[in-house]
Every structure is written in C-alpha cells, then in structure tokens.
C-alpha cells in the first residue's frame, strides 16, 4: 500500500499560483481595459472586460442579488470540500491531486471576487466570425482545465484498481 502523505501541503503552490496569477491578471484588465470594450490582441482573441454576477455563462446574472450569497456560499462549501479530499489523497495520485489543485484555485480566485466586488471579473473573448464564447478568466481556466484532467483520470484509473477496459 503507498505510503498516504499530505497532499494539500505538498502541492499548496498549485492553488496559490492560481489565485495570485487570476488576481493579478483582473487587476491589469481593470486599470488597462475599458468596459465592454474589445482589445484586439490577434484574429479570435480579444481582451475585454466585462462583469458577471451570475456562474458559468452568466448564468443567474440577472437574478436580482441574491446569486451573490449562493454562488460564495457554494464556492466556499466546494473549497473545503476540495481541500479535504486534497488532504486524502496518496502520492501515487498525482494527475487527481493536481486536477484538484486546479479547482480550488479556481474556485477561491472567483470567490475573492463575489466577496470584494460582488460579480466575477472576466477579460479573455475567444471568438469566431460573429460568435463569441461567453468572456472567461484566468479562475475559470483552471477550474476548466482541472475538471477536463479529472474526468480523463477517472477513465485511466477506475478507483476499484482495475485499469479500464480498452
């Protein structure tokens, strides 16, 4: 059996670098972009800053202030859910580890903003033609990444220990 070891202390950089990496980049679209107002860096990528109170998508932005409370409630409750499991996991679980590592420091990154500002600051507009994907953050791409990492982990290791059918 693998010796079990702290995995939250061991890869604590993780979600620190997240945090600190999404922090500064929203502070920089703050005081360099002017709202609703593209910056065209090369074809299909803009920066533009734009303020979303709702969730993924905007989702609930236009709920009246009440989202405010559920979604940094929900985000509060699922980062001590996070840093649980984080603590739970052995060495040998590295890929699982870091996609976790990732979510939470999405997760706190978005929930520094609802807590100061009361909406989630985003800034990167990838685009094609006329259609844009909803405007997203250096937080969300985190959370992104580390869910897309989890879900290929759970089908390379089915956690009963057999390795998945091929």
């Not at 033609?129 to 953050?137: E, I, L």
Request: a neutral charge; hydrophobic letters at 50%; one cysteine or more.
């Amino acid at each position: 059996m693998p010796e079990i070891k702290n995995s939250l202390r061991n890869w604590i950089w993780i979600p620190l670098l997240v945090i600190a990496c999404d922090q500064a980049t929203k502070l920089l679209a703050e005081s360099l972009l002017e709202y609703r107002q593209p910056l065209s860096l090369m074809p299909m990528f803009n920066l533009t800053l734009v303020y979303n109170p709702g969730a993924a998508f905007s989702f609930l932005s236009d709920a009246g202030g009440w989202q405010r409370w559920f979604f940094m409630l929900l985000s509060s409750g699922v980062s001590v859910v996070l840093i649980i499991w984080l603590q739970k996991l052995n060495t040998s679980q590295k890929l699982q580890t870091i996609s976790i590592a990732l979510i939470l420091g999405g997760a706190i990154g978005n929930l520094i903003d609802r807590s100061i500002y009361g909406h989630v600051i985003d800034f990167i507009d990838v685009y094609y033609a006329t259609h844009h994907w909803p405007a997203f953050n250096i937080a969300d791409s985190a959370i992104s990444i580390g869910a897309v990492l989890l879900i290929y982990d759970s089908f390379r290791h089915r956690h009963d220990g057999t390795k998945p059918c091929k």
